[in-house]
């Protein structure tokens, strides 16, 4: 212990600094469309086909690949604990979510045990969750944009406490609340997304023998956990 070190140079401490390769992954994601397709859009509606095309393309892509770190990321828990509401003692609605709240915040405590840093930094919700975490009687969840979802913008729902970001999970099939602590620097954390190519176009592309036309995206990235 450094308290019994007074005067001398104290025990060492060695730094070890690892080097570990990963293989980037690819996801493609392509559309064909006919020249008289093109024209009809444009004609009827105003709107330019391939903009549209990489609109949705790109969407879909970074939905797919939302879905793949989430499930990454709920692997990787370390502590799993269900709450059934229905076993909870209140008087009503509002007193049996606050005590889900207050499973949240022994939740983060055991995080902030296990880092010796802080508490959950981020919180994943599903929608229904998002309504919990809104409706729970002295709940210290603070919600952004008038508390209505606008997923189309934006997942960030809100902040538990003032300092943990909570975003929705639009897609979520199951009622759940995913936790994690990530740090101010790059290293401080226990899973890294680390893209190659975020998301690139390969162009419109035209085939020769049937005269439609093609448009592919991709993104190529890597993921390694600590």
């Not at 989430?70 to 008087?91: C, H, M, P, W, Y």
């Not at 603070?142 to 934006?154: F, H, V, W």
């Not at 899973?191 to 093609?214: H, K, M, W």
């Amino acid at each position: 212990q450094t308290v019994y070190m007074e005067g001398n140079r104290g025990k060492p401490m060695d730094l070890e600094v690892v080097t570990q390769s990963v293989e980037p992954k690819s996801r493609k994601l392509s559309a064909a469309y006919s020249l008289e397709a093109a024209d009809d859009l444009a004609a009827l509606d105003g709107l330019d086909i391939e903009s549209e095309l990489s609109q949705s393309l790109g969407d879909e892509i970074m939905r797919e690949l939302d879905r793949e770190l989430l499930g990454e990321l709920v692997a990787l828990a370390g502590t799993v604990e269900n709450f059934d509401f229905s076993q909870i003692d209140g008087r009503y609605a509002g007193e049996k979510l606050a005590a889900m709240t207050i499973a949240i915040d022994n939740l983060s405590a055991q995080i902030a045990m296990k880092t010796r840093k802080s508490g959950a930094t981020w919180v994943v919700v599903s929608q229904q969750m998002f309504t919990a975490l809104k409706n729970a009687a002295n709940s210290t969840f603070i919600p952004a944009n008038g508390g209505n979802l606008q997923i189309s913008s934006s997942l960030f729902v809100g902040t538990l406490g003032g300092m943990t970001k909570v975003y929705v999970d639009p897609y979520a099939e199951s009622n759940y609340v995913l936790m994690g602590y990530k740090g101010s620097s790059e290293l401080d954390t226990g899973f890294v997304y680390a893209p190659y190519i975020p998301l690139q176009s390969s162009g419109v592309v035209r085939n020769p023998e049937t005269g439609d036309f093609r448009l592919m995206l991709r993104t190529r990235y890597a993921t390694h956990s600590f």
